[in-house]
């Protein structure tokens, strides 16, 4: 089993930043591509973010591209997104998940999910 805890949201101004946290235990982190996902009310989880095992490549949502950055450090079995000049429209749930099987950008490719933190960006 992987366990995959998330920290660092909370309520910013747009232009803000935020930098989010995605902390693994129970197996070799190494071993697992790492993705954020988010989920605003009233609409599907959306693909966000990913990184690969060796954190060589990363992957983005057209709507976060050169706002975000996603990093991994295996020796502290942590994954993070780092989130500049957040707009009203990036207001979400932010989930971390790893293990898939399938399509990266998809949800229904993980097996394992945090439990989430909120992202609030006000106008």
């Known amino acids: 089993q992987v366990q995959l805890v998330e920290s660092g949201g909370g309520l910013v101004q747009a232009g803000g930043s935020l930098r989010l946290s995605c902390a693994a235990s129970?197996?070799?982190?190494?071993?697992?591509?790492v993705v954020w996902f988010r989920q605003a009310p009233g609409k599907e989880r959306e693909f966000v973010a990913a990184?690969?095992?060796?954190?060589?490549?990363?992957y983005y949502a057209e709507s976060v591209k050169g706002r975000f950055t996603i990093s991994r450090d295996n020796a502290k079995n942590t994954v993070h997104l780092q989130m500049n000049s957040l707009k009203p429209e990036d207001t979400a749930v932010y989930y971390c998940?790893?293990?898939?099987?399938?399509?990266?950008?998809?949800?229904?490719?993980?097996?394992?999910w945090g439990q989430g933190t909120q992202v609030t960006v006000s106008s």
């Open positions: 990184i690969s095992w060796s954190g060589d490549s990363t």
């Open positions: 998940a790893a293990d898939y099987s399938g399509s990266y950008d998809k949800a229904g490719s993980y097996r394992y």
């Open positions: 129970g197996r070799t982190f190494s071993s697992y591509v």
